[in-house]
């Protein structure tokens, strides 16, 4: 039988073998039949398949956008426009509502940093950082 083991998958796809064995479990990657020795054996294709997984996490995208992203990518001929419009639109969505609260925290952060250390109170209780991390606090 043809094919790579885990751990060729993960060395060519400069991952660890656990995130093989997880993607396998999953479901971003297809089991891997086992050989005559009992080891499995993945198609070359699984490479590619991480590397596209990883590029799209790199991206942001979730391992269930990128399920389903594999899923388009492989199986269909013709790429179904309208729902990947739609993935597009709902991803500039949450993009943009990450930014502002990043934007927003940074915003913070740098209100407490422009005061020298001397100027903090010692109070858990006021600092902001403390009772963004804590309880959402403004």
């Not at 479990?25 to 596209?52: C, E, W």
């Not at 013709?78 to 927003?104: D, F, G, R, Y």
């Not at 915003?107 to 020298?116: C, D, F, M, S």
Request: glycine letters at 4%; proline letters at 4%.
């Amino acid at each position: 039988m043809d094919g790579l083991t885990r751990s060729q998958v993960a060395s060519e796809a400069n991952v660890h073998m656990e995130t093989v064995r997880y993607y396998e479990k999953r479901g971003l990657i297809a089991a891997a039949p086992r050989n005559k020795s009992g080891y499995r054996m993945f198609p070359h294709q699984t490479v590619t398949d991480i590397l596209f997984i990883k590029r799209a996490q790199e991206i942001g995208f979730t391992l269930e956008e990128i399920k389903n992203l594999l899923s388009l990518y492989k199986n269909d001929e013709v790429l179904p426009t309208q729902e990947m419009h739609q993935m597009a639109l709902a991803k500039v969505e949450e993009i943009n509502k990450k930014i502002s609260q990043l934007q927003h925290f940074k915003t913070l952060l740098e209100e407490v940093t422009n005061r020298p250390p001397s100027m903090w109170s010692h109070s858990k209780e006021q600092c902001p950082i403390m009772q963004k991390c804590a309880k959402g606090e403004e």
